[in-house]
């Protein structure tokens, strides 16, 4: 199990950029992929991106393709999650979660449910303004 907390969340103009960060606690964060998620209110949580335990593979939902960017730091305990060319539809709180499978070594849209992923952190509020 691991422990995550979520920052860097903020208020920023339509075309802005923001980078969030995700720092786990415990020796077993290598070992897991890693989601980025959003809930918009009235809206279910949905995945916009994951990474797997090495960092080797990505996946994005499509409408962040090209903007948002998945990253992680084994050595640091941290997933990030920079967003560019921000939209006010990307209002939403984010939250990062670990798989609840181990070295998993590909994500797509068929195992990125909120089902497949567990230590979900708090969340941080990203609101877009136009």
């Known amino acids: 199990q691991v422990q995550l907390v979520e920052s860097g969340g903020g208020l920023v103009q339509a075309g802005g950029s923001l980078r969030l960060s995700c720092a786990a606690s415990?020796?077993?964060?290598?070992?897991?992929?890693m989601g980025w998620f959003r809930q918009a209110p009235g809206k279910e949580r949905e995945i916009v991106a994951a990474i797997i335990y090495s960092g080797g593979s990505t996946y994005y939902v499509d409408s962040v393709k090209g903007r948002f960017t998945i990253s992680r730091d084994n050595a640091q305990n941290t997933v990030y999650l920079q967003m560019n060319s921000l939209k006010p539809e990307d209002t939403a709180v984010y939250y990062c979660?670990?798989?609840?499978?181990?070295?998993?070594?590909?994500?797509?849209?068929?195992?990125?449910?909120?089902?497949?992923?567990?230590?979900w952190g708090q969340g941080t509020q990203v609101t877009v303004s136009s």
């Open positions: 979660a670990a798989d609840l499978q181990i070295y998993r070594m590909t994500f797509t849209a068929w195992n990125t449910k909120v089902s497949d992923f567990g230590s």
């Open positions: 415990g020796r077993t964060f290598s070992r897991y992929g």
